[in-house]
């Protein structure tokens, strides 16, 4: 919240010139698809940086996240009903740099060249089981494991839902469903 006098105007911000750069390569290197957060966290914690008040900044992988999911370094600001306006403050990146993180950050690209296997043998099901509450289409995954066996579920990746990340094993996911499709019958009007 900024205190001011009567009359007085409030300048927009600027960026931290000590910062500015970095800010820019983050999301540049981002971009690429080639770098996750967790390679530009141990990168940019190793160089060691100070803010303008000369403390060490800490790049943790949330703290990198939260850089590349904000809009207000595109000269962005979220209005109070979610949608993006135009701040009048300096912009640090390009929109277009801004989106195609963003696209990355929402897997809908990664900027490779090839194709990704949406059917996938793995987990048949994963274009077909939606979440109960959300209604969200679950997605599924191999999880790491400290044991030497693979241990997959289907989970809902939706992180406004009240589900989010809860799993749900393969084998007794596609079991169910197995049960349930001689249960359903399509109608004479839709064959």
Do not use: W
Not at 19 to 42: H, M, P, Y
Not at 105 to 118: A, E, F, I, V
Not at 176 to 186: S, T
Request: charged residues 30%; hydrophobic residues 30%; contains cysteine.
């Amino acid at each position: 919240m900024s205190i001011r006098q009567k009359d007085e105007k409030v300048q927009p911000h600027a960026p931290d010139s000590k910062l500015k750069q970095t800010l820019i390569d983050i999301f540049a290197e981002f971009s690429t698809g080639t770098a996750s957060q967790l390679d530009l966290s141990r990168k940019f914690q190793e160089k060691k940086l100070r803010d303008y008040k000369d403390r060490l900044i800490t790049f943790s992988p949330q703290t990198m996240n939260n850089l590349l999911n904000n809009p207000y370094y595109a000269g962005m600001l979220r209005h109070e009903d979610g949608h993006l306006i135009r701040g009048k403050h300096e912009a640090v990146i390009d929109y277009s740099l801004f989106l195609k993180c963003q696209e990355i950050l929402n897997r809908k690209s990664n900027n490779s060249r090839g194709t990704r296997n949406y059917d996938n043998p793995e987990f048949p099901l994963k274009s077909f089981v939606k979440c109960g509450e959300c209604g969200d289409p679950l997605t599924a995954q191999f999880p790491n494991s400290q044991n030497s066996g693979k241990y997959p579920h289907y989970f809902c990746f939706n992180s406004k839902c009240g589900q989010f990340r809860k799993t749900y094993r393969r084998a007794d996911l596609e079991n169910d469903f197995a049960r349930y499709l001689p249960k359903i019958k399509p109608t004479d009007e839709f064959v």
